[in-house]
């Protein structure tokens, strides 16, 4: 966003400096101090809060983007699936200050040579962020544009150096009731797990996004790490991940498990194949308003052209 | 049958009658309101099929209580608020096919068909709302008169419709049942109240009347 619409961010908007540079001295004291050292001083204490909305620097564009105009923000953060904090759209942004998004670690493990621990500030710091305006199809027929911030997976994962043994990547979110609300009922089977196929997680177009339109992501997107596979419904991109795993066989996936022959684990927008209990031919697009006509669904929510190939000789209907 | 005394005027159910007319109405205002200005959220064809859903099976269940409320009670005008809030509830339910029919489907007559036929939940709602209709028609005075004893007998059909309304809204929920689990909860209560529990109890005190106590039911 900064380098594509710069006049799209007011003056006003921009963080001053002093909020700034107090943010760099953070990121310093909680690398010094590691995990959890400095998350209780004063007001250094509700940093995450003050951090989701703060402007990322170089954001590079990216020739992925779509050039559909992007949903609006207040959209896209105020009608939300992310049942750690509510089962209801609008309770995600309601509960989003009680996830505390640092410190954050990511522990990567499995079949892989390098095994370790990555810390949010880390990721932000290592891996060049780019704009990825991508299409968003929910499995319930409703779509957005989501101008993330991220970089690809594949990314990440080559500096775990994976083996040859490792055919599936598999993802976890946080469980911490005293700060996922939702956990505390057991309407999912909880941890949220997901998980993809290794050349899925590799392509391209799989993203870990950091946030949203140019700022860090807003705690109810599923911050502060979260994946994105614009072809798949969004109940694959999953949000707040403090565990992967490379793995030889294919991983448990929540949805999955809990409704096999309404959620696949393959999970590709198609609308060759309704959901059980709805059609997917169609979805609507959120933010168009009360007498917009629902949009036809693509195949691979339209990004066919570069992930089609993935699933050559596959049957898709039985490997939804 | 003895002709029943016109019943004297009540006037406490004189009053009470607008003020419930004017709470059913509540809803369907709110709900242009909040429409207009915005605040039913980035989803808004969602957001007026799940309140015209709730207000329908909420007024639905409220008709049901009518009756055990009077038993419980014993304030007899009480049932002369059934008929209004059973047409709400019908009002409500129409509402709601409408919003789906116009703004959800806009009209694809052969989305809407193949969603009727193939989609379960989408079926059993159709059905309520269509065992509705009867009941709405007969409603009046003089086709009371007309059906007689096949009039209540007729509109025993409410508690089908009642079973197929919570049915319709458990079939679509993902994956949180708590709020379909509680209407349900508030329908078997409900239609519990209505079985011969007392006539079971009296007949356990009395011996002999219960089967006169049946007949008067």
Known sequence: MLIKRPSDIPASEVTPRAVYLRRREFLRAAALAGVGAAMGTGSLGTASAARAGEPIPNVRPSRFSTDEPPTDVDDITSYNNFYELGTDKSDPKRNADQLETRPWQVVVEGECEAPGVMGIEDVLRDFPQEERIYRLRCVEAWAMVVPWVGFPLGDLLKRFKPTSNARYVAFETLYDPTMLPGQRRGVLDWPYREGLRMDEAMHPLTILATGLYGEILPNQNGAPLRLVVPWKYGFKSIKSIVRIRFTRDEPPATWNMMQPNEYGFYANVNPEVDHPRWSQKSHRMIGAGLFARKRPTLKFNGYGEQVASLYAGMDLAKFY | ?217
């Open chain 2, 1 to 217: 049958m003895r002709p029943n005394p016109r019943p004297r005027p009540d006037r406490i159910i004189r009053l009470v009658k607008p003020a419930v007319f004017a709470a059913c109405l509540l809803p369907v205002v709110l709900l242009i309101w909040r429409t207009l200005d915005g605040s039913i959220g980035p989803n808004p064809v969602e957001g007026i099929t799940h309140a015209t859903g709730d207000w329908a099976l909420r007024l639905l269940l409220v008709t049901l209580a009518v009756t055990p409320l009077r038993r419980l009670s014993g304030w007899a005008p009480l049932v002369r608020l059934r008929r209004m809030l059973g047409l709400f509830a019908f009002f409500y339910a129409v509402l709601h096919f409408i919003t789906y029919l116009w703004l959800d489907q806009f009209f694809d007559w052969q989305a809407i068909g193949a969603d009727i036929a193939k989609r379960p939940y989408i079926t059993v709602g159709f059905t309520a709302l269509a065992l509705m209709v009867p009941l709405a028609v007969t409603s009046t005075r003089g086709w009371q008169r007309r059906l007689g004893a096949r009039w209540k007998q007729l509109h025993r059909l409410i508690y089908p419709i009642g079973v197929l309304a919570v049915l319709h809204y458990l079939w679509l929920v993902k994956a949180d049942l708590l709020e379909p689990a509680i209407y349900a909860a508030v329908l078997a209560l409900l239609l519990a109240a209505r079985m011969p529990w007392r006539d079971w109890y009296t007949r356990r005190l009395s011996g002999s009347h219960s089967r006169r106590a049946q007949v008067a039911r």
